[in-house]
C-alpha cells in the first residue's frame, strides 16, 4: 500500500489520485517530476512550503467549524466571518489564509464550498464563495 491509494492503481501507468496542498487547501495535480516523491509531496509550490500551516490558520479552521456549529445544519458563512473572528482590526490580512482554511477543511470532507448555493471546486473558484457544513 503506497499513499492512500491501492497497490493496483500505484502499478499501473495511470496518474496517481490528485491531493490537496496541506497549506493552500488547492489541488494539485500530479506531475512527471513528482514521479519518484509523489507520496512525501506536501506542498504546491515554494510559497506554500515557506509558508507553512501557522498557528493562526489552525485559529482560523477552528473558527470555522464554531461559526458553522453555531448555526442551523445547512446555514452558510463567509470565510471573512472567521478572519474577522480571529483577526480583530487586522482581519482584512487574513482574509485569504481564511479562505485557505476553508480549502484545507474541504479536502478533508468537514465542509463545503459553495458559490450561488452550487458546490465548487474551490482551488478554481474565483469570487466570494461561502462554506457550510459537510
Ligand atoms: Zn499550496
Do not use: H
Amino acid at each position: 500500500m503506497l499513499g492512500g491509494y491501492p497497490q493496483a492503481m500505484a502499478d499501473a501507468t495511470t496518474e496517481p489520485i490528485a491531493k490537496a496542498c496541506v497549506a493552500c487547501g488547492r489541488t494539485m495535480r500530479w506531475r512527471k517530476k513528482w514521479e519518484r516523491s509523489w507520496d512525501e509531496v506536501r506542498y504546491c509550490s515554494a510559497a506554500c512550503r515557506r509558508r507553512g500551516v501557522r498557528q493562526v490558520d489552525r485559529e482560523l479552521e477552528a473558527a470555522i467549524v464554531r461559526l458553522l456549529g453555531c448555526r442551523a445544519r445547512s446555514a452558510t458563512i463567509c470565510p471573512d466571518e472567521a478572519a474577522k473572528s480571529v483577526g480583530d482590526a487586522g482581519w482584512r490580512l487574513l482574509r485569504e489564509p481564511a479562505r485557505a482554511a476553508a480549502r484545507r477543511l474541504q479536502a478533508e470532507g468537514r465542509v463545503v464550498i459553495t458559490q450561488d448555493g452550487r458546490t465548487v471546486d474551490p482551488s478554481t473558484a474565483k469570487g466570494p464563495i461561502r462554506v457550510r457544513r459537510a
